[in-house]
């Protein structure tokens, strides 16, 4: 069974920086891709950031293209979001998010900006 554990989210002001992780577990292979979405209120969870694991190869939305960098997503089945200049927009739950058979999410963590 694998377990997406996220964590790293909080309260920061605007300009400011967070850096989310997320650690798989219950596998024993690297997951192709690693994907980080987030879900802010009343609105749809969408696609912040992906990375794949053979060539290391990210891409962003274009909200958080600049600002946002995407890492890990290697053996260890760990990825890392570092989130630079954030803005109160930025506001939501982040998730954790594999493919393998299935979609496989995280709890989420909080991202807070305020302004």
């Known amino acids: 069974q694998v377990q997406l554990v996220e964590s790293g989210g909080g309260l920061v002001q605007a300009g400011g920086s967070l850096r989310l992780s997320c650690a798989a577990s219950?596998?024993?292979?690297?997951?192709?891709?690693m994907d980080w979405y987030r879900q802010a209120p009343g609105k749809q969870r969408e696609l912040v950031a992906t990375i794949t694991s053979s060539a290391g190869r990210a891409n962003y939305a274009d909200s958080v293209q600049g600002r946002f960098t995407i890492s890990g997503g290697n053996a260890k089945n760990t990825v890392y979001l570092q989130m630079n200049s954030l803005k109160p927009e930025d506001t939501a739950v982040y998730y954790c998010?594999?493919?393998?058979?299935?979609?496989?999410w995280g709890q989420g963590t909080q991202v807070t900006v305020s302004s």
């Open positions: 998010h594999v493919l393998w058979m299935m979609d496989y």
């Open positions: 219950g596998i024993r292979f690297t997951f192709n891709q």
